[in-house]
């Protein structure tokens, strides 16, 4: 009888152990997937803001004329995007300003109700983890630290943004700026062609 409980209690502390460990890689799991989908869904927001990026200069809350594009090395932008979808019907613009900027260790988008003098939304933290960012510009194939539009042309080509996160992974994404779905013509009218 005390043989038979010995083995018994060997098997269940076996099995306890097995158990726990199962419960915490799939903790450490979930864990995973959950900070590799926020990561997917911030670039996707950053890749859709930059393919709406439309050279369109905007004024500051004090009526300063802005640049349709800004960057800076450190990753911080300002821009006007177009296909801000008006759902509720407000009385508001189609295009909206954005900006993206490293906060307190995360990446944030701070939008704006209108394009000119209007002071920004809540900032929106997109992602959480991030110890460094850092940016580039590219303009007619050469890349540049900075962006200010006076580099010959209203918008860059294309923004390249690495992103180092708390754990020393490190990220590098390419996106076009400026590339959006542009709608055909209205009533079948011939780009080009006289009205």
Same mark, same amino acid.
């Given at each position: 009888m005390m043989i038979a409980l010995l083995i018994f209690s060997m098997l269940a502390a076996g099995g306890i152990a097995i158990l726990a460990f199962s419960v915490?890689?799939?903790?450490?799991?979930? @864990?995973? %997937?959950?900070? *590799? $989908?926020?990561?997917?869904?911030?670039?996707?927001?950053?890749s859709a803001d930059l393919a709406q990026a439309r050279d369109r200069?905007?004024?500051?809350?004090?009526?300063?004329?802005?640049?349709?594009?800004?960057?800076a090395a450190d990753g911080s932008m300002r821009f006007v995007r177009a296909g801000w979808s008006n759902l509720d019907a407000a009385p508001r613009p189609g295009i909206q300003k954005v900006a993206y900027r490293l906060?307190? @260790?995360? %990446?944030?988008? *701070? $939008?704006?109700?209108?394009?000119d003098g209007a002071p920004p939304l809540v900032t929106a933290v997109l992602l959480g983890n991030v110890s460094a960012v850092s940016a580039r510009y590219r303009f007619r194939g050469a890349w540049s630290d900075r962006w200010d539009g006076t580099q010959g042309?209203?918008?860059?080509?294309?923004?390249?943004?690495?992103?180092?996160r708390a754990d020393s992974t490190a990220y590098r994404i390419v996106?076009?700026?400026?590339?959006?779905?542009?709608?055909?013509?209205?009533?079948?009218?011939?780009?080009?062609?006289?009205?």
């Open positions: 915490r890689a799939q903790a450490a799991q979930s @864990k995973r %997937l959950d900070d *590799i $989908g926020a990561l997917a869904r911030t670039m996707a927001i950053l200069p905007s004024r500051d809350e004090g009526g300063t004329m802005l640049p349709a594009f800004v960057g906060g307190d @260790k995360s %990446l944030e988008r *701070i $939008g704006y109700p209108q394009v042309a209203s918008l860059p080509d294309a923004v390249e943004l690495s992103l180092t996106m076009l700026v400026g590339s959006g779905y542009v709608p055909p013509p209205l009533f079948g009218a011939v780009p080009g062609a006289p009205a």
